[in-house]
């Protein structure tokens, strides 16, 4: 594919607003020895896209042309907003006929920082073998927080989730056993309704102050922050000199293809879905990206060649 030209989104700036983006030609590029080509066929306003292999590498023996496959990119090679992409084979995964491009497109790095808090960090067993634990999720109808809901749900936990009042209803139908409005006095408080102390506590939504989360705590819970501020990293220097059995732990996400391997299988089986708020064609990126900064989206925002 050499000297064929494709349509792309690439930033004029570095000013980071909506209006910064713009919908270019530029060649398709060339796989390296351990990548993939993808045809895109559908990408999120992030690192990830579903589509259909075009080429691979010279070092590459477990994709051909024509395998459908949902990948990881890296942002140092750009994002995944373009009618072709790069990605390394050893984070692209198979796809089944089962799942969508867009269900594909919206999991790799919110459906990886879920499951990596759930299970490398706090511990559950997505097998239900693990002892029975009361669990928060905050930001649930956020791209990460809905993946966690579901994922939780299977790991035998009691799931209580904060998010916006209009957001309720579909938290509730993901499986979250009390959905709490994140506006309301017990929401910013983040009480349970039903009076239960967290064992773990995900916490994706807005900045919260220890303050506010101690009350809520078991005697040794643990909060896993996957957004975290420079404040919730003092707490944690803090609490881990102090040697409280309270902590506040952040999470940084370390993609592994077995583990998007294994949510796509779940996906496959109907145990695990992606929450799209909205479909967006490529050239209309600008569009998407001022949704994403002006409003709150519910799950994930999906972009189409």
């Known amino acids: 594919m050499e000297g064929r030209l494709m349509h792309a989104v690439q930033y004029n700036s570095c000013g980071g607003e909506p209006s910064d983006l713009k919908y270019?030609?530029?060649?398709?590029?060339?796989?390296?020895?351990?990548?993939?080509?993808?045809?895109v066929e559908a990408a999120s306003l992030s690192t990830d896209v579903a589509g259909e292999v075009a080429d691979v590498g010279s070092g590459v023996k477990n994709f051909k042309a024509g395998d459908k496959v949902v990948a990881m990119l890296n942002f140092a090679n750009g994002g995944g907003l373009a009618e072709y992409i790069v990605a390394k084979a050893n984070l692209t995964v198979p796809r089944p006929p089962e799942v969508s491009a867009a269900e594909g497109a919206g999991l790799p790095a919110a459906g990886l920082m879920?499951?990596?808090?759930?299970?490398?960090?706090?511990?559950?067993?997505?097998?239900?073998?693990?002892?029975?634990g009361n669990i928060l999720i905050t930001g649930a109808a956020d791209g990460a927080g809905c993946y966690a809901v579901q994922l939780a749900k299977l790991g035998n936990t009691h799931v209580t989730a904060t998010c916006a009042a209009q957001h309720i209803e579909l938290v509730k139908s993901l499986g979250a056993d009390e959905v709490v409005d994140c506006t309301s006095p017990d929401g910013a408080a983040l009480k349970s309704p039903s009076g239960k102390k967290y064992d773990i506590v995900i916490h994706g939504g807005a900045p919260t102050p220890w303050s506010t989360f101690e009350p809520n705590l078991g005697s040794n819970a643990k909060i896993f922050d996957i957004n975290p501020t420079p404040s919730a990293i003092k707490t944690y220097a803090l609490k881990k000199l102090t040697f409280s059995k309270k902590q506040i732990i952040p999470v940084l996400l370390s993609p592994k293809a077995e583990n998007l391997?294994?949510?796509?299988?779940?996906?496959?089986?109907?145990?695990l879905k992606t929450v799209i708020d909205s479909k967006y064609s490529l050239s209309k990126a600008e569009d998407a990206w001022a949704k994403n900064v002006d409003e709150k989206a519910i799950g994930k925002i999906i972009l189409e060649p």
Do not use: F, H, N, R
Request: aromatic share 4%.
């Open 114 to 132: 879920a499951y990596q808090a759930l299970t490398d960090s706090a511990g559950i067993k997505l097998d239900g073998s693990g002892k029975p």
């Open 261 to 271: 391997d294994y949510l796509v299988k779940l996906m496959k089986e109907g145990k």
């Open 24 to 39: 270019v030609e530029v060649p398709v590029p060339s796989p390296k020895k351990d990548e993939v080509l993808i045809k």
